[in-house]
C-alpha cells in the first residue's frame, strides 16, 4: 500500500514538472524540442510503446523508424540519456530507459536524411524525431496518459554523405544544443553513433556533452 502511494505521489509530481516545462518550450525556425512530457488521454503516438528489434516498421521516403541504442546493454546508457535530457528537464523526473535494443524501455527513433547529388545535406528536407520510453511512458494517471519526453526537429542543420565510403554524418543544432548522427550504410541498414553537446541545462545542472548511443534506421532513410 506505501508503495502505491508513493508512486502515485510520484507521477503526480512528474505531470505538474510536465506540464511546466511543456510551456516554456522554446522554438526557433528550424526545430522545436519539446521540453519534457505531454499528456493526452489516447495512447502515445508513433507506436505507442517502444517496440524491441533492430527496427521498427516505417515506410521509405517519409520518416523511416529506428534506435538508439547500447550495443553492449550497459547501464551506462540510461546515464546517457539522463544527461542528454536534462537540457530542458531534471533527469530525476525520468525513470529508467534500457540500452537492450529488444527491450520494453528504449528511445525510439524516426528520421530522414536527404542529400543533393554534390553529396550535402538538404536541411529542409531532412527531419528527425526522438522518442525515449522510460519506466513512466504510457502509464495512466488521473485518466491522462504520460507521454514519452520527445525532441523533435522539423529541419537539419548541416551534414553531408561521401557515396564511395559509404559515409555521412548529418547535425541537428537549436537553443539548447546540437545533435549529430555520424555513420555508415548498406544496402539495408544505416548504423553509427549519436553525439550530443547541450547549450544549456536545468537548474541544479551543468550542460552536458557526450554520446547518446549506437543508432540503427532502416537505410531508406537516407534518400541518396
Given at each position: 500500500m506505501t508503495n502505491s502511494i508513493f508512486k502515485n505521489k510520484m507521477l503526480g509530481v512528474l505531470l505538474l514538472a510536465v506540464l511546466s516545462l511543456s510551456a516554456?518550450?522554446?522554438?526557433?525556425?528550424?526545430?522545436v524540442r519539446v521540453a519534457g512530457r505531454t499528456t493526452s488521454t489516447g495512447t502515445a503516438s508513433g507506436g505507442g510503446v517502444s517496440q524491441g528489434g533492430t527496427t521498427t516498421s516505417g515506410t521509405c521516403g517519409t520518416s523511416s523508424a529506428?534506435?538508439?541504442?547500447?550495443?553492449?546493454?550497459?547501464?551506462?546508457?540510461?546515464?546517457?540519456?539522463?544527461?542528454?535530457?536534462?537540457?530542458?528537464?531534471?533527469?530525476?523526473?525520468?525513470?529508467?530507459?534500457?540500452?537492450?535494443?529488444?527491450?520494453?524501455?528504449?528511445v525510439d527513433l524516426f528520421a530522414t536524411f536527404k542529400f543533393d547529388s554534390a553529396g550535402s545535406l538538404?536541411?529542409?528536407?531532412?527531419?528527425?524525431?526522438?522518442?525515449?520510453?522510460?519506466?513512466?511512458?504510457?502509464?495512466?494517471y488521473n485518466g491522462q496518459v504520460i507521454q514519452p519526453y520527445s525532441v523533435s526537429f522539423s529541419q537539419a542543420s548541416?551534414?553531408?554523405?561521401?557515396?564511395?565510403?559509404?559515409?555521412?554524418?548529418?547535425?541537428?543544432?537549436?537553443?539548447?544544443g546540437e545533435i549529430i548522427f555520424q555513420g555508415a550504410y548498406?544496402?539495408?541498414i544505416a548504423e553509427g553513433t549519436v553525439y550530443y553537446q547541450n547549450?544549456?541545462?536545468?537548474?541544479?545542472?551543468?550542460?552536458?556533452?557526450?554520446?547518446?548511443?549506437?543508432?540503427?534506421?532502416h537505410a531508406c532513410s537516407l534518400i541518396k
Open positions: 516554456c518550450a522554446k522554438k526557433d525556425s528550424s526545430s529506428g534506435k538508439i541504442f547500447d550495443q553492449y546493454a550497459s547501464p551506462q546508457f540510461e546515464t546517457q540519456v539522463k544527461n542528454f535530457v536534462s537540457a530542458t528537464l531534471d533527469p530525476q523526473s525520468l525513470g529508467s530507459v534500457s540500452g537492450n535494443i529488444n527491450d520494453r524501455t528504449g538538404i536541411p529542409a528536407e531532412s527531419n528527425m524525431l526522438i522518442k525515449i520510453f522510460d519506466s513512466y511512458a504510457n502509464q495512466v548541416e551534414g553531408m554523405i561521401d557515396r564511395n565510403t559509404r559515409q555521412f554524418q548529418v547535425k541537428f543544432r537549436d537553443g539548447y548498406d544496402n539495408s547549450y544549456t541545462a536545468v537548474a541544479g545542472y551543468q550542460p552536458t556533452s557526450g554520446t547518446l548511443g549506437t543508432f540503427r534506421l
